[in-house]
C-alpha cells in the first residue's frame, strides 16, 4: 500500500524540494547567526555534544544537548499535530512553522547554555519533519542531507542489481534544495542579520496558505488532504489517519 502524504507527487516533489531549501536556509541562517549552533543538523550539534563532554564543559554540553532534545519533541510534537489536523496536515503544520520562525527574535538572547532565541527555530525544524512522507510511510528526510545522500548512493546500486526503491528519484533535488537553501541562507543573513529568518517564515506561511486554500477547493483530494496514510515512521499495521 503507497502510504505516501501527499499521495500525489505533484504536489509532494515540490513541496518537499521547498521545504529542504528552508531547512538550509534556517539552518545557514541559525549557524551564522548563534554561534555555529546548527538549527537542524542533529549530527553536528551530537558531535559537539561529546567533545564539550568530553572537556567538561558543562556550558555547551547543556548548550547542545538542550538543541537535540528540543528538536525531537518538535518531531514528536509535529506527528501528534499532524494525527490531530488530519485532511489539514500540511496547512497546520506549515502555519505553526511560519509562526515559530518569526518570533524567535522577540525573545530574550538567554545565557549560552540555552539560546532561547533560537529555540522556536529549532523546534519548527523538528516539526518540519513530520509534514511530508515518502511511499513507504517514511518521513522524507527534509533537514538533514546524510540520509539523502546514503539514499542516492544506494538507491545507484540497486540500479545496477535491479531496480530502486520510487523514492530514489527524489533524493538528489532534495540535497539540491538543502544545499541552494543554505547558499541562500548564508546571504540572507549578511545582509539581513537575525531578521533573515523572516524569509523562510515568509515561504513557510505561503506554502500554509497554498494548502489550506487547495485543501478547501479540493477536499479529499491526493494533491493536499490524503487521509488514507498513517503517520511518519509508524508500524505498517498503524491504522491510516482518517478525520
Known sequence: ???SFPSSPATRVPLAI????????ADSIGFLEHSQLFMSFMSGNTTRFGV???GFDWSGAIRFGSTISLFCFGAFAGTLLAAWAGRWRLSVLLGVQAVLLSIGNFLPEGPEAFPLHAYPVVLALGILNATLQDEGGRSLALTYVTGTVVRFGTGLANMILHEPAPSFWL???????LTSGAVAGGFLQRLLGPDAFLVPAALSA?????TFLLTLALPGSAYVSNERSAQPDAHPDA???AR
Open 1 to 3: 500500500m503507497d502510504k
Open 18 to 25: 521547498a521545504l529542504a531549501a528552508l531547512a538550509g536556509s
Open 52 to 54: 564539550a563532554a568530553s
Open 171 to 177: 533524493q538528489a533535488p532534495l540535497w539540491a534544495g
Open 206 to 210: 505561503a506554502l500554509a496558505g497554498a
Open 239 to 241: 491504522p491510516a489517519t
